[in-house]
């Protein structure tokens, strides 16, 4: 390839760095244990990827730099990898335990306050991770200028290196640092017991963290009893008094929840009286109970504890009072062992439950006048809250579609004003709708008189078909009797093939 240089106006031949035949660049990147890296070449080693012709300048030999060994970067390394010393710190004449974390990753270094010699109990925040300096040596803090028995300072805080554990160690063997024996930390001076012991009562005592000691200990049990409601007299027996719930007292945060037992239906099953939560002793118990049967309900508390349920006792849920008849074998175990009572207290009641309420549902009548759409729609309101339409006969309709049967026809029992009055029933083959129109005279207008709707069979639970538009049959259609008179040519020609019903009031 013929190539121009622009300062000098030269042309030479410049090999093209697309051509096949052209030499191939050195590879510069390599993998290294799963990682990509860039081949560390000597300065006069470096690959020629531009060419003979075009050598790179090279650097003088002062700025060159020290082509170090290849190795996996520090964050891959080291990763999650922590020196952990134990120390301690003489403070207002007290001895403090802390733990010192350095960590091998970026050499920050993090210390916590220890609550004991072994480190066993939580540990409370001291210093943040950061890099930190020696205030005695004036030397960033590493791994290698930490060694047991030496004195460390961060923040004024001289810190006295007593042991490290068996990662430490080794990791500091390996690396050149090998560490003498751990040294004894001490015992703590009688003040500081002292105020540890008191910190330490005045944290336990905390409702939070009371709350969180006592879900620890009791979480996953739950104490279930049975009860119902309680007799009443026959004159004021409520239909629902046969109905059985099971409560259940959970004993890590003292919440109860009711659950009704006696499933009068599929959908009733397993249904929440009450939904879990503290219940109020004000709404729980009433005046009389708490007075007489129960001294405990002074103890401060001011939701219902587990030593206010047992057998026999009444709650008020909300207005509503439910009888405890019977208990579990381990809510039954539980109370023998923490309370004062025996077996014989836990016994189960004999309660005679009266017999459930068969309950039916009684679907009002659809009279066709003060109903909106037809039967099989108000039927479809009844059952679902989101009612979907009706399903039609798609074969009826594809067969019978635009097929009318007519029939002319007058009130049965008319009336002097209604004497006159001619009708004419037209019956649609295709879904087995009525409508009727009456026919135009002197002094009176036509028009429709029934929408098209299909019209219920008296006494019967079909509606009316085409079987029952025989010729002086008489039609009841909603509080109007008609008879019929005559057919047009197409229903003549119909009923030929199929006869109708003959006689009496359809």
């Not at 890099?131 to 930490?146: H, P, R, V, Y």
């Not at 009444?314 to 023998?336: A, C, H, N, P």
Request: net charge negative; proline share 6%; glycine share 6%.
């Amino acid at each position: 390839m013929l190539v121009q240089e622009y300062w000098t106006g030269e042309k030479r031949e410049r090999q093209d760095p697309w051509n096949e035949t052209a030499k191939r660049k050195n590879q510069t990147l390599r993998f290294v244990d799963g990682y990509a890296d860039a081949r560390e070449f000597p300065v006069d080693e470096l690959p020629d990827v531009w060419g003979e012709e075009e050598a790179i300048p090279t650097k003088p030999n002062s700025m060159q730099k020290e082509v170090l060994p290849n190795s996996l970067p520090k964050w891959v390394k080291y990763d999650r990898q922590v020196l952990r010393f134990f120390a301690t710190a003489e403070e207002s004449n007290e001895t403090r335990f802390f733990i010192l974390y350095f960590y091998l990753v970026d050499d920050t270094v993090q210390v916590e306050i220890c609550q004991d010699s072994k480190g066993s109990r939580p540990h409370v925040p001291f210093i943040n991770r950061h890099i930190a300096t020696d205030g005695l040596t004036g030397n960033t803090i590493s791994f290698s200028s930490l060694q047991v028995g030496d004195r460390v300072e961060i923040f004024k805080h001289v810190f006295q290196l007593c042991a490290c554990d068996a990662f430490t160690r080794d990791f500091l063997k390996e690396h050149g640092c090998p560490q003498p024996a751990n040294k004894e930390m001490g015992p703590k001076s009688q003040k500081s017991q002292e105020a540890e012991s008191a910190s330490t009562i005045a944290y336990l005592n905390r409702k939070s963290n009371l709350d969180k000691r006592q879900f620890y200990k009791h979480d996953g049990q739950v104490l279930c009893f049975t009860a119902c409601l309680p007799n009443y007299l026959d004159d004021q027996t409520p239909p629902d008094s046969a109905r059985t719930f099971a409560i259940r007292y959970f004993l890590g945060d003292d919440t109860m929840e009711i659950i009704e037992t006696s499933a009068r239906k599929r959908t009733d099953q397993f249904k929440k009286f009450l939904v879990r939560q503290l219940l109020p002793k004000k709404l729980a118990f009433n005046s009389e109970f708490i007075a007489t049967d129960s001294p405990r309900q002074f103890d401060g508390r001011l939701h219902v504890h587990w030593k206010d349920l047992r057998i026999g006792a009444y709650l008020w849920i909300f207005g509503r009072e439910v009888l405890l008849t019977g208990v579990d074998s381990f809510t039954k175990q539980w109370y023998m062992e923490h309370s004062d009572l025996n077996a014989n207290d836990m016994e189960a009641l004999p309660v005679h439950l009266p017999e459930p309420c068969p309950l039916t549902r009684k679907v009002a009548e659809h009279d066709g006048i003060a109903a909106i759409g037809s039967a099989e729609d108000s039927m479809q309101n009844c059952l679902s809250l989101l009612p979907k339409p009706c399903r039609k006969d798609w074969h009826q309709w594809a067969e019978n579609q635009g097929r009318v049967l007519s029939v002319r026809v007058h009130f049965a029992n008319p009336s002097k004003e209604d004497k006159e009055r001619s009708f004419v029933l037209q019956y649609y083959l295709e879904d087995g709708t009525i409508a009727i129109f009456e026919e135009m005279q002197k002094g009176r207008q036509g028009g429709k008189f029934l929408g098209r709707t299909k019209v219920p069979r008296p006494h019967t639970d079909g509606y009316y078909t085409e079987r029952d538009l025989s010729v002086g049959n008489r039609l009841l259609i909603f509080g109007h009797e008609y008879v019929l008179e005559s057919y047009d040519e197409y229903t003549r020609k119909f009923f030929q093939e199929v006869p109708p019903c003959d006689g009496g009031i359809a």
